[in-house]
């Protein structure tokens, strides 16, 4: 069962989510969000949960300051069609759901859905996902700290040994708030003997 039938039930079920109650949001959003599970519901199960997986990864670090910019959403659109195989016009649909989940949901969800993705893809397919995951905390140039946080928690919960992370933080290295905010102090001419 994909995160997007767990979160938004379809016509039938007998309890909804109280983010889906009335009030809670328009009936564009709730009426958009079945669209995006007849989309997914058409791929292959496997394919699906695979789709919905990769997107609320990349959603959860692009979102880990509360905020994802339209600049994050593009990208995190192109990443599913380069890598999933998604259309554009699916692949906005599912990352809008991937958005919205994860900016209201998140906790034990995070963890869940993360070590779902690493059951069913391959070391390649979760390093991909984890560079995705630098990428779109540095669409603007610079990972904060809330970012890089979850960015090690994604490492952690795909089950990735220390040195491939370390290789892929080396590689954002420069992109990093700290490391900016160092590198902009003014250096201080070193003392001699007086």
């Given at each position: 069962m994909s995160f997007l039938r767990r979160f938004f039930p379809t016509e039938g079920a007998s309890t909804k989510p109280s983010h889906l109650m009335p009030g809670a949001g328009s009936v564009a959003e709730v009426e958009m969000v079945r669209a995006i599970i007849a989309r997914l519901d058409n791929l292959p199960p496997d394919r699906a949960r695979f789709v919905a997986c990769a997107a609320y990864v990349i959603a959860r670090a692009a979102s880990a300051d509360m905020h994802v910019s339209d600049d994050a959403s593009r990208y995190m659109e192109q990443v599913l069609v380069e890598q999933t195989g998604l259309d554009a016009a699916e692949a906005a649909l599912v990352v809008e759901t991937a958005k919205l989940q994860a900016l209201s949901t998140g906790g034990t969800d995070d963890y869940l859905v993360t070590r779902e993705f690493r059951d069913v893809s391959t070391t390649e397919q979760r390093l991909d996902?984890?560079?995705?995951?630098?990428?779109?905390?540095?669409?603007?140039?610079?990972?904060?700290?809330?970012?890089?946080?979850?960015?090690?928690?994604?490492?952690?919960?795909?089950?990735?040994?220390?040195?491939?992370?370390?290789?892929?933080?080396?590689?954002?290295?420069?992109?990093?708030?700290?490391?900016?905010?160092?590198?902009?102090?003014?250096?201080?001419?070193?003392?001699?003997?007086?």
């Open positions: 996902i984890l560079r995705a995951c630098f990428d779109v905390a540095a669409i603007d140039g610079s990972i904060d700290a809330a970012a890089s946080f979850t960015i090690d928690e994604i490492a952690l919960e795909l089950d990735l040994e220390p040195p491939e992370l370390a290789k892929l933080r080396g590689e954002f290295a420069d992109r990093f708030s700290a490391v900016q905010a160092m590198r902009s102090q003014p250096s201080t001419p070193a003392k001699g003997p007086a």
